[in-house]
């Protein structure tokens, strides 16, 4: 099994999200295949609405650029893994120019209408794609995740199809800066790694799991006393 880690995170290694996806990935097989990409150590240029992957060279971007070797360990991978922050209600940049820079697997919009909420707006080129699986995995510094994701999660029902993928939801990610709260921490981090053992199993999460890790660590008081204290502190 290959998983494909794209890092979304500016931090890159740094990234706090990155604690949770490699917990996640504690609970895979050991002999799981895991790459780790940074985006934002990339070359990856704009897209540029030339729409030639569509017409001119089919399934092919013209720009040549780091995401020619992108989109073949995308086509390798069984399970791609996008770890990022949520970045005002939405996607960091990179990680933005990355996914517009995917259209080339998507066939050309006809002016058909989709009916199929679970369907994605654009068909896959290579069916054998509907194969791999999709894990979303976000962090936000907010105690609640729901309100926080509904324009995100939109966008990614449009592109892969609502319930084609796995979205892992982490409010309070804060706290991964934050000398309190290891013991809490560490009890998330464990929950997650159960998670990760399912999905590797199951391929995908059971509603209870995906209701468990999106709790908060803390309460919103709890959070709110040591993220304050954090800030006094490195400010």
Not at 32 to 50: A, H, Q, R, S
Not at 61 to 85: G, N, T
Not at 118 to 137: C, G, P, Q, T, Y
Not at 190 to 195: L, Q, V, Y
């Amino acid at each position: 099994m290959k998983v494909l880690v794209l890092n979304g995170s500016p931090k890159s290694e740094r990234s706090n999200t990155l604690n949770i996806t490699k917990a996640f990935l504690n609970g895979f097989p050991e002999d799981t295949e895991v790459e780790y990409v940074n985006l934002y150590k990339l070359n990856i240029k704009p897209c540029v609405g030339c729409f030639s992957c569509w017409s001119k060279t089919p399934g092919q971007c013209v720009i040549k650029d780091d995401m020619q070797e992108l989109y073949r360990k995308i086509e390798a991978a069984d399970i791609v893994i996008e770890s990022f922050p949520l970045y005002f209600f939405g996607m960091p940049s990179q990680l933005k120019c990355m996914t517009d820079r995917c259209l080339p697997f998507m066939l050309p919009y006809m002016g058909n209408l989709v009916e199929d909420k679970n369907a994605s707006f654009h068909e896959l080129r290579d069916v054998s794609m509907h194969e791999k699986r999709l894990v979303v995995i976000t962090t936000c510094g907010y105690v609640d995740a729901k309100p926080m994701y509904p324009a995100l999660l939109k966008q990614l029902d449009l592109i892969a199809g609502e319930g084609h993928y796995t979205a892992i939801l982490c409010p309070e990610g804060e706290l991964f800066i934050a000398e309190k709260a290891k013991r809490q921490r560490e009890g998330y981090l464990a929950e997650i790694t159960r998670a990760g053992a399912e999905f590797a199993q199951d391929r995908c999460l059971c509603e209870e799991t995906k209701q468990r890790i999106s709790r908060p660590i803390l309460s919103p008081q709890g959070f709110e006393a040591i993220t304050l204290a954090h800030w006094q502190q490195n400010s």
